[in-house]
């Protein structure tokens, strides 16, 4: 069945340090999803990207949507300590966003 | 600014016994859906509902699942003879059926002893 995969799945940064997060999708996408989820707290949406290609920035934090529509990243700049939390990505099975796969999700930890 | 409720924040139950998780989606959004957690692990989705009936559901949505929007507010998870394996978070979400964003509630942590 169709599976997103995230990697990496844990990363450690100093503050001020850069992060990225990798998500593959095994069939093409209509479109992707990023989430962010806090320690003990809910998903919340990020950003939704539908254009092959297509880059979107949220001040620190870039999105990419790679131009098969099969991958995306989302690279943060200069991370800060209320950047902690796992980024999911997400993508509808069948295009229509009935129902979402998620990838693992990447859990990102910044020092201080 | 409107958010999705869910009630109660934390429920603890023993096997076998039935357990009814509730939620208020955003009032004026179509979609609905929940998933559940393992603590530590993926957000997996279990169903989605859409004018009055299941949509799309998982393989872990099996026959002890059920869902109902009752009353046009409330949308309910029942899980009717529950298993340890059931222990997890469950959040419920809400879509407004316009682009793809999804609300989620603040989960319910149900704990099968």
């Known amino acids: 069945g169709q599976q997103v995969m995230q990697i990496p799945q844990y990363q450690h940064v100093q503050e001020g340090e850069d992060f990225t997060t990798y998500c593959n999708s095994s069939?093409?996408?209509?479109?992707i999803q990023w989430y962010k989820q806090r320690p003990g707290g809910h998903p919340v949406f990020l950003i939704q990207?539908?254009?092959s290609g297509e880059v979107k920035k949220q001040k620190r934090l870039t999105f990419q949507f790679g131009e098969a529509k099969k991958n995306s990243s989302l690279h943060i700049t200069a991370t800060q300590t209320t950047d902690v939390g796992t980024y999911f990505c997400?993508?509808?099975?069948?295009?229509?966003?009935?129902?979402?796969?998620w990838g693992l999700g990447t859990s990102l930890a910044v020092n201080p | 600014e409107p958010e999705v409720t869910q009630t109660p924040s934390h429920q603890v139950t023993q096997m076998g016994q039935e357990v009814i998780l509730r939620c208020v989606p955003i009032?004026?959004?179509?979609?609905f859906y929940w998933y559940r957690q393992i603590l530590g692990q993926k957000v997996e989705f279990l169903v989605s509902?859409?004018?009055?009936?299941?949509?799309?559901k998982s393989e872990i949505f099996d026959d002890q699942f059920s869902v109902e929007r009752p009353d046009g507010s409330n949308f309910t998870l029942k899980i009717r003879s529950t298993k340890l394996e059931d222990s997890a978070m469950y959040f419920c979400?809400?879509?407004?059926?316009?682009?793809?964003?999804?609300?989620f509630g603040p989960g319910t942590r149900l704990t099968v002893t």
């Open positions: 069939t093409t996408l209509s479109n």
């Open positions: 509902f859409y004018n009055n009936e299941i949509s799309e």
């Open positions: 990207l539908v254009k």
């Open positions: 009032s004026n959004h179509l979609y």
């Open positions: 997400a993508g509808p099975a069948g295009g229509n966003n009935r129902k979402l796969i």
């Open positions: 979400a809400s879509r407004a059926g316009t682009g793809g964003e999804q609300y």
